[in-house]
């Protein structure tokens, strides 16, 4: 069964950091592009970001580009989301999805249960 | 960026009774691969997405067939021929064609 577990959660200043995790099991890993998406409370989905399933090419949307990175460890089947300079408006829940192709995430097929972050002072 | 419009913004259906859906993006989603990534997934209360419908028309895996979709170019439909309770939720359309990839606004679909 393919699973993706979220982690790293929580609550931040404004202007801090934080890493997300992604625990992928149950597919071969490396053969799919994976994608980041957020939720903030209350509103509809925003997709954050994106990376082939080599890593070799990553995409992002410009209201995170320069302080968001994806990273992803297929030794590890684990995706990351190395986030910094956060604002109040980056506050939502962040699914991991999983895409159907190996270069670009065009359809995300399974998605994980998500993580709460929470950007206040 | 790729606007996708949903409408209706809210739909109340009776059990057993038919819903339709209508998704329309600001350019055509036809890729340069000659496929069209036009995705819906349905966000049930308290439950992360799940994707019912990718390239227009293909039942992802273990989505019952009463639900389906149509369309081509900018012009899309999800439709769910007969609604059960389990179907309460929003329905987002998503397309994958071009970065940013982007979502419809949603739509609730909910029990008359």
């Known amino acids: 069964e393919v699973q993706l577990l979220e982690s790293g959660g929580g609550l931040v200043q404004p202007g801090g950091s934080l890493r997300l995790s992604c625990a992928a099991s149950?597919?071969?890993?490396?053969?799919?592009?994976m994608a980041w998406v957020r939720q903030a409370p209350g509103k509809g989905l925003e997709w954050v970001t994106g990376?082939?399933?080599?890593?070799?090419?990553?995409y992002y949307a410009d209201s995170v580009k320069g302080r968001f990175t994806i990273s992803r460890d297929n030794s590890e089947n684990t995706l990351y989301l190395q986030m910094s300079s956060l604002r109040a408006e980056d506050t939502a829940v962040y699914y991991c999805?999983?895409?159907?192709?190996?270069?670009?995430?065009?359809?995300?097929?399974?998605w994980g249960q998500g993580t709460t972050v929470t950007v206040s002072s | 960026d790729i606007v996708m419009t949903q409408t209706p913004l809210s739909s109340p259906v009776a059990l057993g009774q038919p819903a339709s859906i209508s998704c329309r993006s600001s350019?055509?989603?036809?890729?340069?691969?000659?496929?069209?990534?036009l995705s819906w997934l349905q966000q049930r209360p308290g439950q992360p997405p799940r994707l019912l419908i990718y390239?227009?028309?293909n039942r992802f895996s273990g989505v019952p067939d009463r639900f389906s979709g149509s369309g081509a170019g900018t012009d899309f439909t999800l439709k769910i021929s007969r609604v059960e309770a389990e179907d309460v939720g929003i329905y987002y359309c998503?397309?994958?064609?071009?970065?940013?990839?982007?979502f419809g606004g949603g739509t609730k679909v909910e029990i008359k």
């Open positions: 998503m397309q994958g064609t071009q970065f940013p990839l982007t």
């Open positions: 149950g597919f071969s890993f490396s053969n799919y592009a």
């Open positions: 350019q055509s989603l036809v890729h340069s691969d000659g496929n069209t990534y």
């Open positions: 999805a999983k895409g159907q192709g190996t270069v670009r995430p065009h359809t995300l097929g399974v």
């Open positions: 990376l082939s399933g080599s890593a070799t090419s990553t």
């Open positions: 390239k227009i028309s």
